[in-house]
């Protein structure tokens, strides 16, 4: 709110380059022309016009207590700026401020082209990006994506698999009506249940010249609560999504259940988890899938699909001393995958290996637990760059030609 300073008419006296009338310059018989100077009356339009000019006499000697008052505001920019100076927003660093009792996080605005928020009836720890057949590189509005996602209920028998598809409600002749994108998105889901909540979840690699279709399975990994791995073929899900409306479409009671589960990490759960895929020579489907799972005690186990489905190595690989907290495949070395650990260090595999012990490793890291670690897939292929996340708030990127064994 704009703050005024009240001034009454009798104080705006004569002086020399101002009139002590509120209206428009005028012309005193016998007087030369008197103007407005530096102040500019915002209310001259009140001003009665058939009413005469009184003469300064008459002014100074007017009922002074029925002398009228008049707000004096700010000029608009001076407003303005004050305003933006009191609600300039901050950005939030975790670590670095604090919320007090009333305060809550909002989003900027001016950062998004797009943004919709949504609820979920449980909690959801993690989600992935589903591929579409809806084309590459997708720029116009209204959007559609597809999500999948876990809940962490408050009993381990309510939890569920949800393959959400998020879509305006505007159709193709509204895409260029501004009103229309400003329309609330649609939200629609498919759920199946999920033995335990969800800790992470992973949808797998899919080739570049991907075409979905019935026959070819969708692939998602989820570690539970529980200390198992779930692998589920979510394409009934989808299909059933892109259905039409009150087409009765059911879903298979195949889909309802894991086509496999990884039981090697026994009562332990874990966070960690990462797909890798051979592809076809035509880049138009899946020849074979790599899954990799790390817990809480430090074990990583390996899981690869076969000509009947999957398949888990009885052997873990055993470098780390604590829980791990993430793990990735290279982008360029189809046998290669990196993990992070709470044991503060980054450690490089090759399955290859006998013996299931890292290749390279640098301990102390990061002077806490390392979250999370990523593999830069910009380096022209090589993949020689990382990123990783430490507990103590700290980013680091690291150059993987300069490790030594």
Known sequence: MSTSKKRTANDLEDTPGESSKRGPSSKRKGDEEVGMGDFEDEWEDEVDSDEGV??????????????????????????????????APRTFLPGLHKLSKDEVLEPDQSAYEMLHRMNAAWPCLSLDILRDGLGEERRRYPATCYVVTGTQADMSSKNELLVMKMSSDSDDEDSDNDEALDEDAVLEYKSVPHVGGVNRVRAQP???????????????????????????NIRPLMEA????????????EAAKKPVYTVTAHGRFEGFALDWAASFSSDNTSVSGLRLLSGDVTSKIYLTTSTKTGFMTS?????????????????????????????????????????????????????????NVISWSRTTGGNGYLMVSGGDEGGLKVWDLRGWNK
């Open 54 to 87: 009184n003469d300064g006499e008459e002014t100074e000697q007017g009922n002074k207590d029925d002398a009228m008052d008049i707000d004096v505001h700010p000029a608009v920019e001076d407003e303005q700026a004050s305003s933006s100076k009191q609600t």
């Open 241 to 252: 999504l892109d259905a039409p409306p009150h087409s009765g479409s059911l879903l298979p």
């Open 314 to 370: 009885p052997n873990p690989f055993t470098s780390h001393t604590s829980s791990i907290e993430d793990l990735q495949w290279s982008p360029s070395e189809p046998t290669v995958f990196a993990s992070c650990s709470a044991d503060q260090s980054i450690r490089i595999w090759d399955v290859r290996v006998k013996g299931r012990k890292s290749a390279m490793a640098v301990e102390n890291a990061h002077d806490a637990d390392i």
């Open 206 to 232: 899919t080739p570049t010249n991907f075409t979905p279709s019935p026959s070819q399975p969708y692939h998602v990994a989820t570690w539970a609560d529980t200390g198992k791995v779930h692998i589920y």
